[in-house]
């Protein structure tokens, strides 16, 4: 499967005209028109695909569980829950699928990320990343220079959205990072790094 996911859209339902269905393209994330919730969508769309691909889900109920999660966005959700945290909320199968999916991609994986304390200048100085990482699970773990910034998230399919996301996001910014880096976060460390990143006393 082609690792270059900004372009691909999930096939399961037969109209186009469907926001589900509808492509996400770099094209439209550099032009920062897409809200932190339209992003969460992009990267479910895609993570849904790949695990019907991989026969992970099935076809017939893939749409509906998407339909849902759709829903769900609408509603107050805990911080950091991404649509494999919806997939999958047994914990072997949460790993078993992240494994699957960086199989595609092969993101280095940090073992060592909930031990890395929040960028909370970073946080402060862009608010705007704080709904987006609450929504689409993720966390910056790197800020602490201008040359390079890094993401990570449990769901590996969601680094060349995020990508697109913050280029179009900071390119206004002197300090606009040169170099942008997601990894993945093993599932069993993502809910201190949840902890960690989404206190209330950091400010997100």
């Known amino acids: 499967m082609n690792a270059k996911v900004g372009t691909r859209y999930l096939k399961l339902n037969g109209s186009g005209e469907s926001p589900l269905t509808r492509p996400l393209c770099f094209g439209d994330v550099f032009a920062g028109q897409v809200s932190p919730r339209d992003l969460a969508m992009a990267i479910a769309s895609r993570t849904v695909d790949a695990l019907v691909e991989s026969e992970m889900l099935e076809r017939t109920s893939a ?5 849902r999660y759709n829903y769900n966005l609408n509603e107050p959700q805990p911080a950091g829950q991404s649509i494999l945290h919806f997939l999958f909320p047994d914990e072997y199968k949460l ?3 992240v494994r699957r999916l960086n199989s595609q991609v092969q993101l280095h994986v940090w073992e060592m990320a909930h031990r890395i304390g929040p960028p909370r200048s970073f946080y402060a100085a862009h ?3 704080i ?3 609450k929504l689409c699970g993720a966390v910056v773990l790197d800020a602490a220079t201008p040359a390079t910034l890094t993401t990570g998230t449990i769901n590996p399919l969601a680094a060349d959205f995020l990508r697109g996301w913050i280029q ?6 002197p300090a606009c990072p040169r170099f942008l880096f997601n990894v993945v ?3 069993q460390h993502w809910p201190a790094v949840v ?3 989404f206190r209330t006393d950091h400010g997100i």
Do not use: G
């Open 95 to 97: 790993a078993l699928a």
């Open 131 to 133: 709904e987006t990482c």
């Open 195 to 197: 902890r960690a990143h």
């Open 185 to 187: 976060i093993p599932p």
């Open 127 to 129: 608010p705007d990343f």
């Open 63 to 67: 749409q509906e569980l998407l339909l």
């Open 168 to 173: 179009s996001t900071l390119e206004k910014d």
